[in-house]
């Protein structure tokens, strides 16, 4: 029977790749993860070796079904998430990539973004795909490397190359090549997919001059799409679920009903609002994007897109050297009672919702002789939840909606005192749920509606549980004196690139 069997979820994330193995009642069998290389040839400029995404991806299936001690005929289906933007383009005849993956948070092609916006374009855009026009998106990266590698664009318009997103990649890889499709939540944040319409945008690819020919089909994200080839790990399994990765957490947070909202703490921080069937454009520099395409239906969202949150961690530990490990943050952060004055703005690659300033950069404001470790560590840890305000406040008043709670996930999520502080910011309760994996569990649960392995939407949201909730707590006039100075702190560090 199907529920005696598994669903893998692929998490392809920005620093790692993971697999997860989920049970009927969505609990945990089993989690392989490796992390993989960060390439920064220029200042501003993030890459991945695409080759060894795939490498680590696939080690990880195999993983994490010799620790769950499963066969690969125990996996009813695949569902895919991935770090979204992040663009790859490769041979259609080889399947070697033509260069490195550009990542979502390099900023090589500001400058194009720039021009364009000169040039008047940047309300089309957003007209036809809910997105501001920013390096952040994958149409000017795939741009970048269609002008900069040697014969790229004449073998594209050949239609001897293929562009994808890192979840096309992976189906393209896990296909043995036979597959070269994604689906609409990824398609809805290249720049070059009308949401409204539901179809890549002519007018569009003429703008930033794509060929249609490296384009990949678009597909619904829950429905079976591909088979895994009879080398690799679950050869002959159905990929059933591919959603980006805040969308698949949204539905795996159960959000599934207009006015649900989560929040994703991961390398950045990304704050999705569930809008019902249809999109509602943003006063505040949000998103407007799809969530999914499941049952024929189209359902929308409000996104806004924080560039670095827990990498902001990752930074104290590996940049500065002030942590052994991302866990040591909080202890370090609670050998101080308050920020002590200091505020870090982490804008190390610019500043995404509700600001957009590609030319931003990290500041940290407020050191005296006094300052500690302890008090650059809490400043840190306060600008997660400082930047989360940000984007919780202008969705709020894009969508007018009354926002009742907050759940939240990713690594950054088990800190109790980043919640607690953050339910205090935001004055509503933040909730966290008992499994935090909710982005893997979103592409499983994608995968098993695809198969029958869930019934319906209504069977998962009984699995939902909360693991805790955080109430506000915080003074008025204190939460008050707290987001002026962040506002303050966030003015010193934007438009530092520009003369």
């Given at each position: 029977m199907l529920s005696e069997q598994c669903i893998l979820a692929i998490d392809q994330g920005t620093t790692s790749s993971r697999a997860i193995l989920f049970d009927?009642?969505?609990?945990?069998?089993?989690?392989a993860q490796r992390e993989f290389t960060q390439f920064y040839p220029q200042p501003g400029w993030v890459e991945h070796d695409a080759a060894e995404i795939w490498s680590s991806q696939v080690g990880m299936m195999a993983e994490a079904l010799a620790r769950a001690g499963l066969e690969g005929n125990a996996v009813a289906a695949i569902g895919i998430t991935n770090q979204r933007e992040t663009t790859i383009v490769w041979d259609r005849q080889s399947g070697e990539p033509v260069y490195r993956a550009i990542v979502w948070q390099d900023r090589r092609t500001a400058g194009l973004c720039q021009e364009l916006k000169k040039d008047g374009l940047a309300g089309l855009i957003q007209a036809r795909t809910g997105l501001v026009l920013d390096?952040?998106?994958?149409?000017?990266?795939?741009?970048?490397?269609?002008?900069?590698?040697?014969?790229?664009?004449?073998?594209?318009?050949?239609?001897?190359?293929?562009?994808?997103?890192?979840d096309a990649w992976l189906i393209w890889k896990l296909s043995g090549g036979k597959a070269h499709i994604t689906d609409a939540s990824n398609a809805?944040?290249?720049?070059?997919?009308?949401?409204?319409?539901?179809?890549?945008?002519q007018d569009l690819l003429?703008?930033?001059?794509?060929?249609?020919?490296?384009?990949?089909?678009?597909?619904?994200?829950?429905?079976?799409?591909?088979?895994?080839?009879?080398?690799?790990?679950?050869?002959?399994?159905p990929v059933a679920g591919i959603a980006g990765d805040q969308q698949a957490a949204l539905f795996g947070q159960m959000c599934v009903r207009p006015g649900m909202l989560k929040h994703t703490y991961g390398t950045g921080g990304f704050m999705m609002l569930n809008t019902g069937n249809k999109p509602i454009g943003s006063k505040n520099s949000l998103l407007t994007t799809i969530a999914w395409k499941l049952d024929g239906k189209v359902t929308y969202a409000?996104?806004?897109?924080?560039?670095?949150?827990?990498a902001v961690v990752q930074w104290?530990?590996?940049?500065?050297?002030?942590?052994?490990?991302?866990?040591?943050?909080?202890k370090l952060a609670q050998s101080v009672p308050d920020n002590g004055g200091v505020y870090l703005v982490p804008a190390f690659t610019g500043l995404g919702a509700p600001h957009w300033d590609p030319f931003a950069r990290g500041t940290i404001l407020g050191l005296t002789r006094g300052t500690t470790r302890g008090h650059i560590a809490r400043a840190a840890l306060e600008a997660i939840a400082f930047q989360t305000?940000?984007?919780?406040d202008a969705m709020a008043e894009d969508s007018g909606i009354r926002l009742r709670e907050l759940r939240v996930d990713g690594g950054a999520a088990a800190n109790d005192m980043l919640l607690q502080f953050q339910a205090d910011l935001s004055k509503v309760p933040v909730v966290r749920p008992k499994v935090l994996e909710t982005t893997a569990l979103g592409a499983a649960y994608l995968a098993g509606l695809a198969v029958g392995y869930w019934a319906g939407t209504g069977e998962l949201a009984k699995q939902w549980q909360r693991d805790r909730v955080f109430r506000p707590s915080m003074k008025a006039p204190k939460r008050s004196e707290l987001k002026q100075r962040w506002a303050k702190a966030v003015s010193r560090s934007k438009h530092w690139l520009q003369d």
């Open positions: 009927h009642e969505g609990r945990i069998r089993s989690i390096a952040y998106f994958s149409a000017t990266k795939l741009r970048w490397i269609l002008d900069n590698v040697k014969g790229a664009r004449k073998r594209a318009e050949a239609g001897k190359l293929a562009f994808g997103t890192v809805s944040r290249t720049l070059l997919y009308n949401i409204h319409r539901n179809e890549w945008d003429e703008l930033f001059k794509i060929p249609r020919a490296v384009l990949p089909e678009v597909r619904a994200s829950s429905g079976v799409h591909a088979e895994t080839a009879a080398a690799l790990p679950a050869a002959g399994t409000l996104e806004g897109s924080i560039f670095i949150s827990g104290l530990r590996d940049g500065l050297g002030i942590i052994e490990s991302s866990a040591d943050v909080e305000v940000d984007v919780l």
